[in-house]
């Protein structure tokens, strides 16, 4: 027999309810259901004089159930009619979390009339996560336990904090878990029965406790980092209410402004994206019986900008690496700018002088590949070129022990052609780390042809333990991201050849909500990368004479970017300010008139659309051939490789919002209105075409 979501007990007049639905104990209908028939039970039970709510499982509670959200079916009410009925219980309940509580989790805890639970927990309200805000009266009752600017950060940042910052939340903080039950029953035995029960509904915010411009001010202040963002300032709204208004009313406002955030489709798509990076690490390339190699001892082939950083992940989760270049002076240089990097984190208090020497003490080098033969994993981000790559290939097949795992950190080449080079192509994977490599959370993980399953479970493993996020996707030019992102770069330079300027370009994609527009982003990756890129592929350009024609000039007239003072945008010296140059848009006007190019107005709406639109299909033609075996997989490589804004879910959630037959009426429509040009890059891919004719959507 199944067991039941809330189990109900009574035992020398204390009834148990407790919460059984792993994996996180989420507050679905079952939960609900669960806690209102236990609550009723123990009031109707004269034997019960005080009632428990506690979990089984590790956490206390995750929340509501965040895939009933979609159903709509919210009943019976987590607020009005659960957290009501506990609140209102003429017996005293006491919430005891073994584990951590999360949005309605610790909703439901701040409901009940003690809190017990142990030093190393954690509780926090993330909704703001999810595109909402706390909606079972956790913006009411928060403010109303602790100071209302530590719960204005609490509900606006969504972070968890740790119960040791929260003692007045808390009857009682204990050393340890394990100390738990004993403390939950002195607790009981010495509560006063006679006493008011202690509601935080009853309890008034003090309004000479914060300043009233407080709100005002917080709004201005998280205005740079949520831009774009709805939720957060709703949460602030709410948080207010709970220091104006009376708890009933209070809790009313709160409702209305969790409606308005769950309506909008930023809660869909931010929703959405906690499903997707979820999902990201559900894939069927190996099940439970494949085995793990372990991972004890890394090498980095190439101590440069890439190799550096991702040599540090290592090192930061304490698995020993050994970074490999021929040159000494490579490698001293290697080494000093990473331990440069660590210094600069320890003078901003995040780490201390140990902890940076621990890390340091990780890292080995050397110039030999014979000091190679007992690691677990060897990385490879040496120069992109094929034959350079094949070169330390062969070298790490004569050297390393069989069973390491040989990757390959390259963002386009073919890894089959790689793995051709050794005699053990099943052991070759890609790891396509994002730069810079330490900090961005984004790993593709790439298998060619002959990668074994426990190859990609390992590595799938692996970026759990360096904190990445893994995207499995298959071998292409570029594999998902990059390859997508050329559709996106491509039409950013041909939109200024027709007339619209780097600045008008860039401001549109700020405002759709990317951290910069493509020039920008291109001054500071570096002009010549593309071009290095388009040199090694011309054939595939070959039939679009305006392919990149301005970004090429730039570059052949030494306009690297933001490195040399001077790309599509001047810099001047130590200022990443771009400052837009009239020069490059006379650039782009003779360009266009050799071309025969017509150059005009461009609306914003047009620029926007011929941005993404492309990089959509691109993603449609990536599904159809399987290199990303999901929609949600593509959303999570642009959130964290790309910076796609997550309140769009990914450029195929937009897709999705906005509708594909949008998406496809608009592909249609610049392939008529750009001739040869339009022919050659809009032509729907025909997944698009068969979603938007059947009304369906990507994710
Ligand atoms: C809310 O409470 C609204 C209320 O204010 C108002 C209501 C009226 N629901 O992350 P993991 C699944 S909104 C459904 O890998 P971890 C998750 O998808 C909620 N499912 O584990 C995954 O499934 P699968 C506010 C959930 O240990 C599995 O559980 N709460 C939920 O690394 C394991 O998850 C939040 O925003 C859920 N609430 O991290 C907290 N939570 O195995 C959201 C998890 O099929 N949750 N799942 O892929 C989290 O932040 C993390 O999951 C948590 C555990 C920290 C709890």
């Known amino acids: 027999m199944s067991q039941s979501a809330v189990a109900y007990s009574v035992q020398q007049s204390v009834a148990s309810l407790i919460m059984h639905n792993p994996p996180v104990n989420a507050l679905g209908k079952a939960v609900r259901v669960g806690l209102v028939e236990g609550i009723e039970k123990a009031l109707a039970d004269d034997a019960v004089k005080v009632i428990v709510i506690t979990s089984d499982i590790g956490f206390f509670s995750g929340g509501a159930d965040i895939s009933e959200f979609s159903t709509g079916d919210f009943e019976p009410n987590l607020s009005t009619v659960v957290l009501h009925a506990i609140e209102q219980s003429t017996k005293p309940v006491v919430a005891v979390l073994p584990g951590p509580a999360f949005g309605g989790g610790l909703e439901l805890a701040l409901a009940c009339h003690y809190r017990i639970t142990h030093k190393a927990n954690k509780v926090g309200l993330p909704e703001v996560n999810l595109g909402i805000l706390p909606g079972a009266g956790g913006t009411q009752r928060l403010p109303r336990l602790v100071p209302v600017q530590q719960a204005l950060d609490m509900v606006v940042s969504g972070r968890p904090q740790s119960v040791t910052k929260l003692p007045s939340v808390f009857a009682e903080i204990v050393d340890s878990v394990e100390q738990l039950p004993a403390a939950t029953q002195t607790f009981i035995e010495n509560l006063d029965l006679t006493a008011d029960i202690p509601r935080t509904c009853d309890i008034t915010v003090d309004s000479a406790s914060f300043d009233p411009a407080l709100f ?16 957060p300032f709703n949460c602030i709204k709410a948080v207010q209410a709970a220091t104006e208004l009376p708890f009933p009313e209070g809790l009313q406002r709160e409702g209305e402004l969790f409606l308005e955030c769950m309506q909008t489709s930023q809660a869909r798509a931010q929703q ?50 050994t970074m490999l270049e021929l040159q000494p002076e490579a490698l001293e240089k290697g080494l000093s700018v990473i331990r440069g990097n660590y210094e600069r984190t320890a003078k901003k208090g995040k780490l201390t002088a140990e902890d940076v020497e621990k890390r340091m003490s990780l890292l080995t080098g050397t110039t030999s590949y014979a000091d190679l033969a007992d690691v677990d994993l060897v990385i490879e981000a040496v120069f992109e070129k094929m034959e350079v790559k094949q070169a330390v290939f062969k070298s790490l097949d004569e050297v390393c022990k069989p069973g390491a795992i040989l990757a390959t950190n390259t963002s386009t080449l073919d890894i089959n052609e790689i793995a051709a080079a050794t005699s053990r192509p099943q052991d070759v994977i890609g790891l396509h780390f994002f730069s810079p490599a330490n900090v961005m959370k984004l790993l593709e993980i790439v298998k060619a042809e002959h990668t074994a399953p426990e190859v990609i479970k390992t590595c799938m493993q692996m970026a759990k333990i360096i904190r990445k996020v893994a995207v499995l ?56 990368i593309g071009y290095f890129v388009r040199q090694s592929r011309k054939a595939f350009i070959e039939h679009d004479p305006s392919y990149c024609v301005v970004a090429d000039k730039l570059v052949e007239d030494g306009r690297v970017g933001l490195k040399a003072g001077k790309g599509v945008y001047l810099y001047e010296p130590g200022n990443r300010q771009p400052i837009p140059d009239e020069s490059v848009l006379e650039i782009a006007k003779q360009e266009a008139a050799r071309l025969g190019i017509e150059q005009r107005k461009i609306s914003d709406q047009e620029i926007l659309e011929r941005c993404i639109y492309p990089l959509i299909n691109e993603g449609a033609l990536i599904l159809e051939e399987g290199i990303a075996a999901k929609a949600s997989d593509i959303d999570v490589i642009y959130v964290y490789g790309y910076g796609f804004p997550v309140y769009r879910g990914g450029p195929m959630k937009f897709a999705d919002e906005i509708g594909l037959d949008k998406v496809l009426t608009a592909m249609n429509k610049y392939r008529e209105q750009l001739g040869d040009y339009g022919e050659a890059w809009f032509k729907p891919a025909p997944l698009l075409e068969k979603l938007a004719q059947q009304g369906k959507t990507f994710n």
């Open 216 to 231: 005002e001010q917080y709004a201005e202040g998280i205005k740079k980092q949520a831009r774009g963002f709805f939720a």
């Open 473 to 528: 996707v298959g071998v292409c030019f570029g594999f998902v991201g990059n390859r997508m992102i050329e559709a996106y770069g491509r039409e950013a330079n041909r939109l200024m050849l027709e007339g619209a300027t780097p600045e008008q370009v860039d401001k549109v994609i700020y405002k759709f909500g990317l951290p910069m527009g493509p020039f920008t982003m291109g001054d500071m990756a570096g002009l010549d």
């Open 272 to 321: 959405h994206f906690f499903f997707a990076e979820r999902a990201a690490g559900h894939v069927q390339d190996y099940d439970k019986s494949t085995p793990v190699r372990d991972i004890k001892k890394v090498a980095v082939i190439g101590a440069g900008t890439m190799g550096g950083g991702i040599a540090m992940n290592f090192a930061n989760a304490g698995i020993p690496v």
